[in-house]
């Protein structure tokens, strides 16, 4: 009888505490550009959980094509669910091919092959149309 309920418990404890979100579908962070601040949702992927063992994170990014702000890393982080996407404004994406981190804050329509999605901010993403290349931090959001 307490045999399924214990094995439920032991299952969660095993799980990272910011995948266990279903009321929030994922994990909050604080996206920060000068002295604004921004909320996103992370979704719980295997690019996300990488990037979230490395926060706090500042990157200095680079404001390509009018549309998004984009950072390269050196190295390839994991990507399990790439694929053939158009966008919206807000999304948080990573880019494989070039392993670019990137936050779309214009539309333009492009769908863009090889890309995983890993979140989306919620609200003050146009502040990027003003910025130029800078720096911004990402946090989890307490």
Not at 53 to 62: D, N
Not at 64 to 76: H, S
Not at 106 to 134: C, D, M, P, W, Y
Request: proline residues 5%; hydrophobic residues 40%.
């Amino acid at each position: 009888m307490f045999k399924p309920a214990l094995l439920a418990l032991a299952s969660l404890a095993a799980v990272p505490f910011w995948s266990i979100s279903a009321d929030t579908g994922g994990i909050k962070v604080k996206i920060t550009t000068g002295n604004q601040v921004m909320t996103a949702t992370f979704y719980n992927n295997a690019t996300t959980r990488e990037l979230i063992s490395r926060f706090p994170l500042t990157l200095p990014m680079e404001d390509l094509y009018n549309r998004e702000m984009c950072y390269r890393f050196p190295e390839a982080l994991p990507a399990n669910e790439l694929q053939t996407s158009g966008y919206e404004v807000g999304d948080i994406v990573y880019w494989a091919p070039r392993h670019s981190f990137v936050i779309m804050y214009e539309q333009n329509g492009e769908r863009i092959s090889n890309l995983q999605k890993i979140g989306r901010i919620h609200s003050g993403v146009g502040v990027f149309r003003h910025t130029g290349n800078a720096d911004v931090t990402f946090e989890v959001a307490n």
